[in-house]
T-cell receptor
Framework: GIQVEQSPPDLILQEGANSTLRCNFSDSVNNLQWFHQNPWGQLINLFYIPSGTKQNGRLSATTVATERYSLLYISSSQTTDSGVYFCAVETSGSRLTFGEGTQLTVNP | NAGVTQTPKFQVLKTGQSMTLQCAQDMNHNSMYWYRQDPGMGLRLIYYSASEGTTDKGEVPNGYNVSRLNKREFSLRLESAAPSQTSVYFC??????????????FGSGTRLTVV
């Protein structure tokens, strides 16, 4: 099956810093999503981004489908950005294959 | 809107016991899913239902059964719980059109411990 690799596995930032999270996938996909899992375990969809660039406030994402990677940018990080960020890809149907996540800690 | 509601939130079982995790969505989504999340890992698909009346195996279906009771409800049953099934279980739903899904929404999870 398709492989999804995320990097870095862990990231510690000071409040106000910028960061880039990467997701590599091994085959062509129908769709790609970024999720944030907060410290209470709730999963929230951030972006649907099979290709191109999208922005939502301090977050933006870019997917280069031809090169099989996606990037999530977080600018001016806040403590509420802490948690785990997952990349998930859709291949057949609407089933998601998740990467192992990037654990982000933002210190005040 | 409540979104996706899972019950219970926490459960402790003894090895060999059975239980059913309940999930309901109020967004009129056609597709529903059960995932499990183990420590330090991403979510893995157990079973899914593309529409009412259909169910299919995901990546890790062994030891589980599911029922799509109607469009709103999708339950997951453990017939004989094993310690390897200790995990956090997430139900999700989405609207599926063509080859893509939209509005993927997760429940808040069920933390299951099998002793």
């Amino acid at each position: 099956g398709i492989q999804v690799e995320q990097s870095p596995p862990d990231l510690i930032l000071q409040e106000g810093a910028n960061s880039t999270l990467r997701c590599n996938f091994s085959d062509s996909v129908n769709n790609l999503q970024w999720f944030h899992q907060n410290p209470w375990g709730q999963l929230i969809n951030l972006f649907y981004i099979p290709s191109g660039t999208k922005q939502n406030g301090r977050l933006s994402a870019t997917t280069v489908a031809t090169e099989r990677y996606s990037l999530l940018y977080i600018s001016s990080s806040q403590t509420t950005d802490s948690g785990v960020y997952f990349c998930a890809v859709e291949t057949s149907g609407s089933r998601l294959t998740f990467g192992e996540g990037t654990q982000l800690t933002v210190n005040p | 809107n409540a979104g996706v509601t899972q019950t219970p939130k926490f459960q402790v079982l003894k090895t060999g016991q059975s239980m059913t995790l309940q999930c309901a969505q109020d967004m009129n989504h056609n597709s529903m899913y059960w995932y499990r999340q183990d420590p330090g890992m991403g979510l893995r698909l157990i079973y899914y239902s593309a529409s009412e009346g259909t169910t299919d195996k995901g990546e890790v279906p062994n030891g589980y059964n599911v029922s799509r009771l109607n469009k709103r409800e999708f339950s997951l049953r453990l017939e004989s719980a094993a310690p390897s099934q200790t995990s956090v279980y997430f139900c999700a739903s989405s609207r599926t059109g063509g080859v893509k899904s939209y509005g993927y929404t997760f429940g808040s999870g069920t933390r299951l411990t099998v002793v």
